[in-house]
């Protein structure tokens, strides 16, 4: 295993005191290794797994042709192209209970919705348009050849795969598996993460407040976010800034899990043993982003876990984990494809304060004005300790690196929080 340090140090551009956002994703993902054990589930079990497989369909889906409408199935050649024709039922058709004749010239067979296509027909007549006649059906002038009828295998085909590795299993998924007759599949093993809070100054729920105390609340954002990421998560409590107890809850942490989340302790402000003792502990670098909210942040190695130390501000926090952790934690996952989060462009309805030289994750609120028309606007207090601007967001509004100053009317980027939080 190269060291941290030598990894991120060969990126261009790399510079601990001034890392850009898209840098510090680069050097994070340049040090971590996918997972690579697999275990096997039951289909309904790998909802949100990451598939470890190929998925080879052995059957067309569907397996025979079959009528898409209720309706008539007919030859196409008895009908004709200016006038009705009048054709003899002989029969008819169910979904799962199939007509076992053959349709001859001048026949047609009574078909339902997913009924197989009776041997000899080709075509379906809705039955909207046909009407009874002195013992026959009388289709209009008008059908096109092959109408109203899903081909075996249009769905799936046999043999041509349809799911790969790396792949997150959604419903969609959990179906279309299901659909080829399979009860399981292989999956990549699920990540464990164990995360601890930091900090003299936090107390836990169920204490009394002391003066300069605050309730921790980073460990039930991180609960919240880390259980959306679909890991398996290990919640080691608060820790005291305290060598010993920092020292236990690291090794602890290291001896079990594939990623550590901390917060607190990473910033200048902090007792610089904490600092010391993470980069003793393993090989962590600290790093300033230029970013807002979130600048501190720890990232390194101890033993075989990833670190992620990252600030106490419950907001920068919130940030971090979104534009670091979530990325590095579903590459761990074995996750294949693009799933960085989607950037939006819409009107900002307010004029917003900005300065180049750091990317900026202002909390905003997407909505429709009186007209329809979307726009993005601000929670109001937008301070990295301010978290019900988290609560009120349904958006982060991301203002780029280089981006000064906005007008009202400019378009903004935004990062949709629904499905994410
Ligand atoms: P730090 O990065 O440790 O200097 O913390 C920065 C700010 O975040 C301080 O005002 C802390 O009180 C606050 N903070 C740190 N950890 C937590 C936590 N677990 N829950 C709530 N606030 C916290
Ligand atoms: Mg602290």
């Known amino acids: 295993m190269n060291s941290v340090q030598s990894i991120v140090s060969c990126l261009d551009g790399y510079d601990p005191d001034a890392l850009a956002v898209d840098k510090a994703r680069e050097a994070i993902r340049a040090c971590l290794t996918p997972v690579d054990k697999i275990e096997r589930v039951p289909v309904r079990e790998a909802l949100g797994r990451v598939l470890a497989q190929e998925i080879v369909p052995a059957i067309d889906v569907p397996a025979h042709d079959n009528s898409a409408m209720d309706g008539y199935a007919v030859r196409f050649a ?22 076992d004749g053959s349709v001859g010239a001048g026949e047609c067979v ?29 289709v209009p002038a008008g059908q096109k050849a092959g109408q109203h009828l899903r081909r075996a295998g249009e769905d ?41 809070a930091t900090g003299d100054e936090l107390a836990t729920i169920g204490a009394p407040l002391k003066v ?13 976010m880390l259980s959306r990421v679909g890991v398996e998560i290990e919640d080691l409590g608060v820790v005291r800034d305290d060598p010993a107890q920092l020292e236990a809850a690291f090794r602890k942490a290291a001896s079990g899990a594939d990623a550590i989340v901390t917060t607190g302790g990473v910033s200048v402000g902090e007792a610089d043993f904490i ?31 990833a670190l992620f130390g990252l600030p106490g501000n419950p907001v920068a926090v919130m940030v971090t984990f979104y534009q670091f952790v979530r990325d590095a934690l579903l590459y761990m996952s074995g996750r294949s494809g693009d799933y960085s989060l ?20 202002q909390r905003g609120i997407l909505a429709r004005d009186a007209i329809g ?14 978290l019900r601007s988290m609560s009120e967001a349904n958006c982060f509004i991301v203002l780029e690196h280089g981006r000064g100053r906005v007008e009202a009317g400019e378009l903004v980027s935004v990062q949709l929080m629904e499905g994410l939080v």
């Not at 950037?343 to 180049?356: E, I, M, Q």
């Open 78 to 99: 008895d009908l004709n192209p200016g006038s009705e024709a009048t054709l003899r039922e002989i029969g008819a058709a169910f979904a799962g209970r199939k007509f």
């Open 110 to 138: 009574r078909v339902m919705t997913g009924a197989v296509m009776p041997a000899g027909a080709d075509t379906v007549v809705i039955q909207e348009v046909v009407r009874a006649e002195g013992g026959g059906v009388v």
């Open 156 to 196: 799936l085909k046999t043999g041509v795969a349809v799911l790969h590795p790396g792949q997150l299993l959604r419903p969609a998924e959990l179906g279309l598996i299901a659909s080829l007759g399979i009860g399981g599949v292989a999956v990549k093993r699920r990540l464990r993460v164990a995360f601890f």
């Open 212 to 224: 300069g105390e605050v309730y921790d609340s980073n460990r039930y954002t991180l609960h919240g």
């Open 275 to 305: 600092r010391r003792l993470m980069a003793q502990l393993g090989e962590v670098l600290f790093w300033k982003i230029a970013m807002r909210p979130g600048r501190p942040m720890a990232f390194g190695r101890i033993g075989k876990a």
């Open 342 to 361: 989607p950037l939006l462009k819409v009107p900002s309805a307010g004029a917003l304060r900005k300065v180049p030289g750091r990317t900026e994750f």
């Open 373 to 386: 028309e979307w726009s993005v606007r601000l929670t109001g207090q937008q301070g990295a300790g301010v």
